[in-house]
């Protein structure tokens, strides 16, 4: 909820103070006690000015450089020099990013108060630069009170600009800057102990290495953008792709109610006798989709073939054709090669009676096989099939007589010992549905991810 114009006014009147209670102070400070090498001084305010070329984003994350150049400037320069380099620095920036005055405000107290909160924080510890670990610490600490600071500060400006509501929302900023602002607080910490011990030198070093490493993450950055741009086309062409299919096994149902529950059984019996059979993984999960789309080429049949009462020899020819339909269909998916093979030849027979290649045996993909075993035990023993449904055991004893002829033997024998197993209904469990059998979006994703090497 927006908050009254006076609170606005009042906050506004805390910033307008606050600024110029840190100009007040400093010139108190000040008094000629600071005076700095002309090399450290002229290489820090460089780098604040040039801070948004040096400073490296990933991921929301941001190594700031001119945050490190305005605590390395607290810690080596002191307060009064710190806050003017942070004045300097918002001006520029809310210049160049055209912001309201009264942002302008809220921007100059914080950059102001903060480095020469931080500076004489510094001062008042009195740290020997000798003593490494101490003087690290401390610059880390003295980074991490002034960070605290500015974010204070930002809060009181948004809630007194936009609310409550919104002021809450910063927490969330909060936790997206932290990994960046630790790593800019280590760094300063570093690059000072570094200076007390080595000079101007390793910050010049340092500024030559942050420019390397930050033109490196550009470019990393932009190939990682281009890689999560292909994986989403990737992912958005294979959604069209199983889209089709899915939704052509969904029209299918609302013509055929039985199609799903049947294709979603068959992979069920599929996968389990690819298993006892020997199957490695790959030709499990390829019976396993062959037997979910098995039947997509019934998609083109007419009504009169779908529910036929009598079936001409035109219709006959449409029937045989659809192993050829649905085998088209899927082999158009990357990689859907073997189950479209798979689909193509389920109603082969051994003896060669069967069509559309009129295969004999071991000519005839094992995944085709394995199909058409599990569509003729569920056709038979389905409660919702147009013919009076066979019991589990007639079933069976239909397949021992069609082993051998139609069906391969061996396969028979171990689909027989599958069912005794798990029992001679387990493909047409109550939970089994087509698009949990399908797995739409695990399929996509596998799909859209590139090949092993």
């Known amino acids: 909820m927006p908050i009254s114009r006076v609170t606005n006014i009042l906050f506004r009147t805390f910033d307008a103070a606050l600024l110029a209670g840190v100009l007040g102070a400093s010139v108190v400070v000040a008094r000629g006690s600071e005076s700095h090498p002309f090399g450290l001084l002229g290489l820090l305010l460089a780098i604040v000015l040039a801070g948004q070329w ?48 009264s942002v302008w405000l809220n921007n100059l107290a914080m950059f102001a108060a903060g480095p020469f909160i931080g500076g004489w924080l510094f001062r008042a510890l009195a740290t020997d630069p000798r003593q490494t670990v101490s003087f690290g610490l401390a610059v880390f600490a003295v980074f991490t009170v002034t960070t605290a600071l500015t974010y204070l500060m930002y809060t009181v400006h948004v809630f007194a600009e936009q609310g409550a509501s919104s002021a809450r929302n ?59 741009q292909l994986e989403a086309r990737s992912i958005q062409l294979a959604s069209l792709q199983f889209g089709v299919l899915s939704t052509l096994m969904d029209a299918l149902t609302l013509r055929d109610r039985t199609a799903a529950r049947h294709a979603a059984a068959v992979a069920r019996y599929a996968k389990a006798l690819a298993v006892a059979a020997g199957c490695d993984e790959a030709e499990q999960d390829v019976v396993h989709t062959a037997g979910l789309l098995h039947d997509i080429g019934k998609f083109t049949w007419p009504d009169r073939v779908l529910h036929p009462t009598h079936l001409t020899d035109e219709d006959m020819k449409v029937i045989q054709r659809h192993p050829q339909d649905g085998a088209t269909l899927v082999g158009k998916l990357d990689g859907y090669g073997p189950v479209a093979d798979a689909i193509l030849y389920h109603h082969e027979r051994i003896d060669g009676g069967g069509y559309p290649a009129g295969l004999i045996g071991t000519e005839i993909p094992k995944s085709s096989r394995i199909v058409a075993i599990c569509s003729t035990y569920d056709a038979m023993t389905s409660p919702s099939s147009p013919r009076t449904p066979l019991s589990p055991e007639e079933a069976v004893a239909e397949l021992e007589r069609i082993a051998g002829k139609q069906l391969d033997g061996e396969l028979v024998a171990t689909f027989i010992e599958v069912l005794e197993q798990e029992g001679s209904t387990f493909g047409r469990d109550e939970d089994t549905e087509f698009a949990s059998e399908f797995g739409f979006d695990q399929r996509v994703r596998s799909m859209a991810q590139p090949p092993a090497r």
Do not use: C, N
């Open 54 to 101: 040096l400073s490296v984003e990933a991921r929301g994350a941001q190594l700031s450089a001119s945050a490190v150049a305005l605590v390395l400037a607290m810690v080596l320069l002191g307060p009064v020099t710190a806050a003017a380099f942070g004045v300097v620095e918002m001006v520029i920036s809310s210049a160049i990013r055209k912001l309201s005055p």
């Open 170 to 228: 910063t927490r969330d900023l909060l936790w997206t800057l932290l990994p960046g602002e630790i790593a800019t607080g280590a760094l300063a910490a570093i690059l000072a102990v570094a200076y007390s011990k080595a000079g101007l030198g390793v910050l010049l070093s340092a500024v030559v290495v942050l420019l390397i490493f930050q033109r490196l993450t550009v470019a990393l950055l932009r190939s990682e953008d281009r890689a999560d």
